[in-house]
């Protein structure tokens, strides 16, 4: 999302819905949607999709880890560990135009949970 737009981020999520919703099914609708800085492109301009959903992956999967190692844990907790412990393997993204735009998305605490 562009800076200063977040105060319009609700009517942004139920707009998304909506089309999705319209256009395709309600099975279709992503349990989460959340703001990112940037989309990650490649040197071609095409979006890297399955690079993003891996990080995601990834992500989710050393956090639950995490907490089935340490009960109790809490969401803060998790989140330090997985932005500390997460590896991008560069070999994987390596036609990203803008790395950051990739790892960016290991600094999404909604991502987790």
Known sequence: MK????SDLESVKQSI????????????????????KK?????NGKKIEIAVKNLITDCYNLGEQYRAEHKGADIEQVFEYVKKNIMIDKSKVVAVADFDSIADFAKIKDILF
Do not use: C
């Open 17 to 36: 819905v909506k089309k999705i919703r319209a256009n395709l099914s309600t099975r279709h609708v992503p349990a989460k949607i959340l703001p990112v």
């Open 39 to 43: 989309i990650p492109y490649t040197t």
């Open 3 to 6: 800076p200063g737009t977040e």
